[in-house]
């Protein structure tokens, strides 16, 4: 510009900038000679946490974002999960509780920063780690690769997402200040730096040159070797109680000038079912978080508030061990953002780094014991087929995966007829370990026993020629982590009986989520007493009149019943296994519930209820959560 205009501007920035909000100064930049960041030409160090808005309720996103900056943090992360916005190819979601920029908005108005982690892939003990189950309609894809389909998909979903978040960058007067490509790349089996390139170059397309692209991996030399990339600025990330010098000794290797970054620092640990739940000590996290911060160094806690794997949501780990609905992390906030001892020890930490914002932190929320609720067992999963597949079977000589059948999530039920008399126990064999994850045997209704992938491989049977051979396959969680990520789901190998292979299949994909809301009574159904089928119970409840500010949250408890999912009006709260633990109770939030009417529950129970006695058959809605419930002693593996 001329001197004269230039001599102007300088005039008029600093008014412009404080009195009109400048959109056009707003940098955040990499100053690799200060080894910081400069947010707006200044030097700016982030402390930052983990909230996936995808586990939390709309309805609560303000409540959890206050309680974060309220604790000092002035910048919080969250992924992006695929799965949860593209359900299937080319239909999105981005409405009510999918509706991220909503979410980027309240993030702001409260006064944190967003640091976005995209993926494409983003682990986070989320089904798949967020890719899409129907990438596996192509069987041999190889995910998080330069695979030629897979990069196609990526493409055209970062074609609708990335333009999106492009207003919320900061530059752009948003609070998005960096921009996470791939995760922990370096610890994925393959090493391909065209898929991360390609990453890089689509990420450039859409948000820009100027935004901070950055990679996350261990700290560790091998994981960054493969992880880090010129031109994507390499971060780590590790838990309490390590030695901090070595483990951004590694940053240094790879990033020599640069703020030192944390990506997730552990407030806590994950979950899986069957083993014990697991907890940080808050000291080690308060110790490790004050090393931190007296380095400079920005930090990131994963998580700050872990949430609920709603529904199927959840993921798995390999070997196969799947991860509860609860994703409360021992982070500092509960999964129903409580606040924790942990949480005012971290912000008193915090406090001696930068000054605590003025104003009240929101109480936890009350919490409501509405009683015992009487169930109803209403009909077995067979006796509802025509409401869980209008549609009808799809008939196949061999067994189909969910995906071939198009069904990502949930239940499918294979059926067939047995071709001879077996008037002597016979082995019903799933070849090569192919049960993904859990079928649910019986015979002309008559429950024979359970399949499970990695477990039970074989289980006796008998029955006539022509008996109908039922396995309802449930779906327990992809594998979010490791090179068993393409974890497909169903039958994926042939059922033997007695070495014959088992044909003519009718195959059923289940969709419980229409069904639920419909009415799953049989008109013929009135043997109650076949309590190991599968099957449906309801219940209702309403919420008392005459006391305020109802209805508040709960958690609902499952006294003596074994395994299975459950819906509060039709919302899919998620699985309850409370024979394996550690979760025994599942959280409830208000939004769900409706001082309107009666509340309807809706169990699917798949193992043992206690209906055989109508005085048992109920669930109960208490005030305290217990996820640090008894776990089975360990076992050795049966079968194969
Ligand atoms: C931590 O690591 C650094 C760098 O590797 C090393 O010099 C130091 O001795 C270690 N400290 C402890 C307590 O092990
Ligand atoms: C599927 O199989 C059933 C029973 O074996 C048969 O009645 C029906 O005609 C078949 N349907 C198709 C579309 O092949
Ligand atoms: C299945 O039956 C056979 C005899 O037919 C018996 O040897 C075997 O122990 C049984 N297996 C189980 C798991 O019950
Ligand atoms: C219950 O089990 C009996 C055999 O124990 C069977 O004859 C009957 O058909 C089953 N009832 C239902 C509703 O599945
Ligand atoms: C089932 O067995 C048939 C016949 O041997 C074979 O062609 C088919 O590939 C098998 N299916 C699976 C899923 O393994
Ligand atoms: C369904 O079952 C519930 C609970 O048993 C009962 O109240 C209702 O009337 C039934 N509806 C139909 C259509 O049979
Ligand atoms: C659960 O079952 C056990 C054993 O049958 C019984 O003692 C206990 O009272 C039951 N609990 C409830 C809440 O019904
Ligand atoms: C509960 O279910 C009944 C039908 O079974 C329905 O009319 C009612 O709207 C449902 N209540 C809520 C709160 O969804
Ligand atoms: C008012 C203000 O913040 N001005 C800044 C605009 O950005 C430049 C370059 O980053 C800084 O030097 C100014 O201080």
Redesign the pocket.
Known sequence: MPARALLCFLLLQPLLAAELGLKTNRTFVIDYEGDQFLKDGKPFRYISGSIHYSRIPRFYWKDRLLKMRMAGLNAIQTYVPWNFHEPVPGMYRFSGDYDLEYFLQVAQEVGLLVILRPGPYICAEWDMGGLPAWLLEKQSIVLRSSDDDYLEAVDKWLGVLLPMIKPHLYENGGPIISVQVENEYGSYFNCDFIYLRHLEKVFRQHLGKNVVLFTTDGADDDLLTCGALQGLYATVDFGAGGNITEFFGYQRKFEPKGPLVNSEFYSGWLDHWGEKHQKVPTEGVVNSLTDMLSRGANVNLYMFIGGTNFGYWNGANSPYAPQPTSYDYDAPLSEAGDLTEKYFALRKAIGKFEKLPEGLIPPSTPKIAYGKVAM?Q?NTVQGALNVLCPAGPINSTFPLTFVQVKQYFGFVLYRTTLPKNYIEPVRLSSVDNGVRDRAYVSVNGVPQGILERNKVFAINITGEAGDTLDLLVENMGRINYGKDNNDFKGLISNITLDSDILTGWLIYPLNMEDAVQQ?L?S?DYSDHSNLTLPSFH?GQFSIPSGIPDLPQDTFIKFPNWTKGQVWINGFNLGRYWPTQGPQVTLYVPRNLLVTSAPNNITVLELERSPCDSQEKCFVEMVDTPVIDGPVPPKKKKEGQ
Do not use: E, G, R
């Open positions: 109803k209403i009415d009574n008109s309801v």
